[in-house]
């Protein structure tokens, strides 16, 4: 049976004191019962983070973690046998999170024997019937991860997630690092795996033709806040926020040439964000380009944006496309990216 995670105004922070880095600020996102939610973003926007803040690898400075309405906030809660059972991740690179001095066969077993309390000849059975869902021949039973490929050590990685029989499986940057042919084979694997198990997911990702394809709805992040969070297909067709209008932008089209990226400038530094709306110091539609919109470094648009439909947090969502200026023209409406979920 598929989990509900649910997180409100959830804030973590690395170090203390006036050095303190607040990586993710007030976030809240549910994921639904068998339905996958995707976190889009540039590098350093707190995806990451959020993925680890719930499987209790980073602490949670404030706000509530719910697994099926439970209450798991407190760390202790999250690093329970029970909750770890129920809630898995699978990371970016399979070869530094799976042990080079363990066959996968090794790895699997113990954790069927220790974890769901198998018998051994039940557990080389499971392990056999794990690697066949993923993909993998009989064979990897007794190879080490430093002889398969990278995608053959993803789908291992992937294969010792399901082991424990997850509830909901988080995917952070689980394709960024194959080849596109693979990660084709991978996103594919990923959603007959959630059919065929009914499973929630959290699909992180940079890469917005994958979120795309594997999400139900997409929460954008920028500098440790979500700008825009609404169902996939309506994000993609009407996106409001400048920052994500800007990031589609950015996609090279086939049969023309690539269209001009409407940002400049890198971003702030994390540790002393810009007051407003973060995104000010570097909006196509904001004070940088438009003087009067004060407003912009004055209010924080996050507050606004709650309980809209499609809540973009931006005090202009509606002048990103027709501004005037050449760097709001340049920010067109997002060609397809690829098929939808289901379809």
Do not use: W
């Not at 995806?47 to 697994?67: D, E, N």
């Not at 690093?79 to 991740?89: D, K, L």
């Not at 001095?101 to 039940?122: D, N, Q, Y």
């Not at 996106?239 to 001009?260: K, N, V």
């Amino acid at each position: 049976m598929a989990a509900k995670l649910q997180l409100t105004d959830v804030t973590v922070r690395y170090g203390s004191g006036a050095g303190a880095l607040t990586a993710v600020d007030g976030v809240s996102l549910t994921v639904p019962s068998g339905g996958t939610v995707g976190l889009v973003g540039e590098s350093g926007c707190g995806k990451s983070t959020i993925a680890r803040a719930v499987v209790a690898l980073v602490p949670v400075a404030s706000g509530t973690i719910t697994l099926d309405g439970v209450d798991h906030t407190d760390v202790r809660k999250r690093r329970t046998r029970e909750f770890r059972r129920r809630v898995q991740m699978v990371f970016q690179d399979p070869y530094a999170s799976l042990n080079p001095r363990i066959t996968i066969g090794g790895m699997l077993v113990e954790i069927l024997a220790h974890i769901r309390k198998l018998r051994r000849a039940e557990c080389r059975k499971e392990a056999l019937r794990l690697l066949d869902l993923v993909g993998l021949p009989a064979s990897a039973l007794d190879r080490y991860p430093h002889q398969f490929s990278g995608g053959q050590r993803q789908r291992a990685a992937i294969a010792r997630a399901l082991a424990v029989e997850p509830e909901l499986v988080i995917y952070d940057e689980v394709t960024s690092a194959l080849d596109v042919s693979v990660q084709g084979a991978i996103l594919n694997l990923l959603r007959q795996l959630q059919s065929e198990l009914r499973l929630s997911y959290v699909f992180i990702s940079h890469d917005l033709a994958t979120v795309r394809y594997m999400s139900d709805t997409v929460s954008v992040m920028y500098l440790g806040r979500v700008v825009e969070n609404v169902a996939t297909d309506e994000l993609f067709d009407h996106p409001e926020h400048p920052y994500t209008r800007a990031l589609m932008a950015s996609l090279p089209r086939l049969g023309g040439r690539r269209r001009p990226v409407p940002l400049k400038g890198d971003l702030p530094d994390p540790r002393k964000p810009p007051s407003g709306c973060r995104f000010h110091t570097r909006c196509p539609v904001g004070p940088k380009f438009n003087p009067e919109r004060t407003v912009c470094i004055e209010r924080d648009p996050q507050k606004s944006a709650a309980g809209k439909s499609h809540n973009a947090a931006c005090h202009f969502a509606d002048a990103a496309e027709d501004a005037p200026g050449e760097h709001v023209a340049s920010m067109p409406a997002p060609a397809p990216l690829g098929r939808r979920k289901g379809t």
